[in-house]
């Protein structure tokens, strides 16, 4: 659950005090899915790129044609920060395209976005959020930014990261147990979004009217999780590639250590555990596949009898349908049994029949190659031929 709260603050009129903003280096438009800044004298045709995008969509319905009287939607898809993304609808006048910088209503205010997706596939994306696709219900698109609208936008982005580095200082100062993630800055210069994540319910009245005499904007503090703050900081995983919840994952299920010991994993926490220190949401990706896969398999707490002793269970191989068994008297013998005949073993065990030992129904493995150390191959001699 996000918890909203926004309470207006006017700065003091005996406010003389200048806080000095460094514009960073790096490109501040790239959380907006922009390869490059926004320039307010030239053509920004080519600013918004697919390849700079989170969360990109790509529109499989771009090249059919639509049936003869069939009417077509008239809201767009706009993208803000990150993954933050809303649906407008346009006036009649207006035709828009994938990469259009516009002015959008906002509350107060107007906001600036970028339209990510138009026609037949945003209707397809309000159905699939639930969302009432009804456009006089949504809030509308004004129009295309203008020079002032972009001027000011570049001006409110790159004041972002510094301003975040202050609010950190002063919650610090504060004594607030609180960790302000990110800040986004809305189109217009007026209002600020402050994301933070907290263990437990922060009273942050006081934080909110610093903040305000500070930047002298309005001030909404949102609450998030950590597997929201991951997917907006994004990054690397284990596996080498960016964070799921960075590039594709709009919503999150919960993770259970029981999806772990279902695939036979090892319940280490540090390899176990994501950039957000919770479960890997990649755990739940094969976890109905290998419940399936282990409808057929018997019980692991039985134990199967022998003449030659009892036998533990120690591992599954899930896919090669083998199982690991080690003599309870004689745990360094293990033996790999294929499933059916531990199920019969099993079976025999309940008629009261005791096969000989487990090694007659071992499952074959090829033999390995013998091992070859290259002698010779690190001697300084060995190019003197050549």
Known sequence: MENLEEIPVQPSENDSQEIKLEKPKKNSFLSRGCCESPKMYQKNNSVFQHRCSMFDSYDWLNSIPLPPGYLSINVVEVRFKSNRRDYFRTPPELELEIGDIVAVEASPGHDIGIVNMVGEMVRFQLKKKNLDSRPEDMKKIYRRARLTDIEKWISAVEMESSTMSKARVIAEQLGLLMKINDVEYQGDNTKAIFYYTAEDRVDFRELIKILAEEFKIRIEMRQIGTRQEASRLGGIGSCGRELCCATWMNDFKSVTTNAARVQQLSLNPQKLAGQCSKLKCC????????????????????LLKTKQGEAAHQKTDIFQKLMWYFYVADPSNVVAIPVDKVIMIIEENQKGNLPERLEDFAHVTETKSEFDSNLGQDELTRFDHL
């Open 283 to 302: 755990l739940n990706y094969e976890y109905e596949t290998y419940v399936d896969a282990i409808k057929g398999f018997p019980n692991t707490d039985i």
